[in-house]
């Protein structure tokens, strides 16, 4: 038997505890009430306490934290609980817990319940607030910080902070009114400008516009949506990342990991009452049918020649469920035409739609004679029920084969804005650059690390590697940046420090802890373990650090793991056994070039301001509500930013083209060509990429590596 299944016993072994040790709920245990609700907080308490990483006593501090979650969860911008009833609900402060022990919902019974009564109110609120025009002479400020701003006194008090939310988002719409105005009449003197009270009378009417709109929104959530609220208030005390997904958010997440559905391949918003399409899926069922468009209204829809059901005012998630469908399956439109007007019937055969800005892509740059291959990878992606499906790690390996034949010399992995996903394929896809041995530690809750290695002898890339990260480059991304930074075999350039993600979460269908009940109840994302560098030390909170920092947005803004309440410290392990490649013999002096330009190069230092200038407009949260103070603080704040307009305008002299397997691809698909020419056209304007291609350039790998054991 090889490490690699000892491994999956384990893991196994731990699910098969897991199930068996206080889940008897479908043999000897019986729940009086067999009401979801109460069945979905039996399920969920007694996974969290024995599966999650993390050992948590139900007790008053545990009560405390549910409550205040459920509280901001419904109501972060204090617009509907006051003093009063947060009096009426502290008697539960530190019940929860005891309520949760006995599978009792009356805590959120009572919130719920006046959070919907609340609702109703604040349709009439903000409808009588925005009949009349505000006093914009008066001297007032508003402060948008809800975590520092108290509740309500009373329901006077929760009026008076609606008249202020709702005359900050008229005062913005008035400012922003004035600006074009002066704007077109220095282009046309002749142009009629409108006075401060029309402009005043507009700006109420489109904030009402949106305020119905929302409120429309709000509407159409059921009991389930308000529950779950309340569900991730109860799991989310264990850590951040511990989530309850109700149906619809499993299915989405689903999608989201595979990159892939069945349906027609159109991506639909929710316009007032109707449905409309959006953008269609490049080389999905309706695109290759070529009569949906987008703007057009979706107005019945019908299986084959079924009935039509009549779509219009239907919530989207459940309009969506009604034009999704299997593979083969035929599905009929009435649309309204948005060129015309006219209404149309278009049939559409469904088939799997493949979102292609999931998967991974490359392009090829020229620099100083030689090629460069620079791969994106916006996430790992994988599909759990196919394991014949496409995922990260088989494109991966694929992709670094193409570059090969067209003889790059040096591989850009991009991975800025990767938040993840599947732990199996990064692994997968750090055994394609090193020949065997550790990739990442793993640990459960009272165990051994488990050290999980990339078994495989062959390297599939044995060249230069830069790997380009930013702040949101996290969990699977920092797992697979670390293993390649510990072996030395890439340099990690991009923010000073990534997400800080070190965290393994498991997607657990809960009907399989009680089978009895019909309907789905959906999936809790556990944290169950922690995972570890090979080094030793954990990414939790820490991230991992770029051998060559760059400045950018995010540099002084309260980001990542470190910043999220709740979240898992960071430890260590001790260190495995691995073999360091050592694969550079300039690695020091290409760093100190790098590091050198950087702090020379003016644009990189005016982004460096420009990061402080929003850290700064970040602390800033309150705001006048005097016209004229608003209005002189916009054109300070205008004439601050002016400065910083041309932070990110670059274009360097690299020329991006498409590898040569993709060419007729692009000739029978233009949406793809489209979307390729303006990701090459974006890539030559980026300054990080550029200094990445800088970096990557300069790198010489050693002719007779040097191995250092550890």
């Known amino acids: 038997m090889n490490k690699k299944q000892k491994i999956n016993i384990s893991i196994l072994a731990f699910f098969m505890l897991l199930f068996s ?29 024995r599966g999650h990483f993390v050992v948590k006593d139900m007790n008053d501090d545990f009560s405390e934290k549910v409550y205040k979650n459920f509280i901001d969860g419904l109501d972060p911008s204090k617009r509907y609980f006051t003093q009063e009833d947060l009096k009426e609900f502290s008697k539960y402060k530190y019940e929860i817990d005891n309520q949760l022990l006995k599978d009792d919902v009356s805590f959120y019974n009572l919130v719920y319940g ?47 902070y609606w008249r ?25 003197k002749k142009y009629k400008t409108k006075s401060f009270k029309e402009l005043e009378k507009e700006a109420r009417a489109e904030v009402l516009k949106n305020m119905n709109e929302l409120y429309l929104r709000i509407e159409e959530l059921e009991h389930e949506d308000w529950f779950s609220t309340f569900l991730n208030s109860v799991v989310g005390a264990f850590d951040p990342h511990t989530t309850y997904m109700a149906p619809r958010t499993k299915e989405r997440f689903d999608q989201d990991m595979s990159g892939k559905l069945e349906g027609i391949g159109a991506r639909l918003v929710k316009k007032g009452i109707y449905t409309e399409i959006f953008e269609l899926v490049s080389g999905g069922p309706a695109w290759k049918q070529g009569e949906l468009e987008a703007g057009d209204i979706i107005l019945e829809v019908a299986q084959g020649d079924k009935e039509p059901l009549d779509i219009v005012g239907m919530r989207l998630d459940d309009a969506i469920k009604f034009i999704k469908g299997k593979k083969g399956t035929e599905v009929r439109l009435t649309v309204k035409k948005k060129l015309d007007g006219s209404t149309k019937i278009i049939s559409i055969i469904r088939d799997v739609v493949e979102l292609e800005e999931t998967f991974v892509k490359s392009t090829i740059v020229e620099k100083n004679g030689k090629k460069y291959g620079l791969i994106d990878l916006p996430r790992f992606y994988i599909d759990f029920s196919d394991s014949n499906a496409r995922d990260s790690a088989k494109d991966m390996e694929k992709e ?28 997968e896809i750090a055994g394609l650059f090193i020949t065997e041995g550790p990739i990442v530690q793993v640990k459960y809750r009272g165990q051994d690390p488990i ?27 920092e797992i697979f940046a670390a293993a390649m930074q510990d072996y030395g075999r890439a340099v990690i350039i991009g923010g000073n420090q990534t997400y800080g993600k070190g965290t393994v979460q498991s997607v657990i269908p809960i009907n ?4 009895k009940f019909e309907d789905d109840l959906g999936a809790i994302k556990m944290t169950i373990q922690k995972f570890y560098r090979v080094n030793g030390g954990s990414t939790q909170i820490e991230g991992v650090y770029s051998d060559i920092a760059m400045p950018d947005r995010y540099s002084y803004m309260k980001f990542g793991e470190r910043d999220l309440e709740g979240a898992l410290t960071w430890d260590k392990v001790p260190q495995a056994k691995y073999t360091r490649t050592n694969s550079y013999e300039n690695f020091s002096e290409v760093v100190n070039n790098s590091k050198e330009r950087i702090a020379n190069n003016p644009k990189f230092n005016l982004i460096n301001d420009y990061a402080k200038w929003l850290k700064q407009n970040q602390d800033n949260t309150s705001f006048s509500l005097n016209f004229k103070e608003f209005s002189n603080h916009s054109k ?44 090459h056209k974006n890539l030559s304007k980026d300054v990080y990429v550029a200094e990445a291609l800088n970096v990557l350039s300069e790198l010489k790998l050693k002719n007779n590596r040097q191995i250092v054991k550890n």
């Not at 900050?168 to 074009?180: A, G, H, P």
């Not at 062959?458 to 702040?471: A, F, H, R, T």
């Open 512 to 515: 399989n802890f009680y089978p």
């Open 164 to 188: 202020k939310q709702l005359k900050l988002s008229t005062l913005s719409r008035i400012q922003d009114k004035l600006e074009k105005q002066n704007s077109k009449l220095k282009k046309d």
């Open 114 to 160: 006046r959070f919907s009564e609340k609702i109703k109110d604040a349709k009439l609120y903000y409808a009588d607030i925005l009949a009349k025009p505000f006093n914009f002479n008066k001297k007032e400020v508003i402060d948008v910080d809800y975590d520092k701003v108290p509740f309500a006194k009373n329901e006077n008090e929760l009026i008076d």
């Open 451 to 477: 050290v999980k290695n990339d078994v495989d002898p062959k390297m599939q890339w044995d060249g230069s590697v830069v790997i380009l990260v930013n702040e949101l480059s996290a969990s699977a991304s």
């Open 400 to 427: 670094i084969e193409r570059l090969k034949e067209e003889n790059v010399a040096g591989l850009l992995i991009d991975l800025r804005n990767n938040g993840g996903g599947s732990l199996k394929t990064a692994i």
């Open 636 to 679: 300070q704040q205008e004439n601050s930013a002016k400065k910083y307009k041309s932070a990110f305008d670059y274009k360097s002299n690299l020329s991006f083209n498409s590898p040569k397997y993709e060419l007729p691809l692009l000739k029978k698909d233009s949406i793809l060509e489209q979307k390729r020419e303006d990701w």
């Open 21 to 49: 040790v206080g889940f008897q709920a479908n043999n000897d245990v019986e729940i009086k009430d067999p009401n979801k609700d109460k069945i979905l907080i039996y399920v969920l308490k007694n996974i969290l306490t």
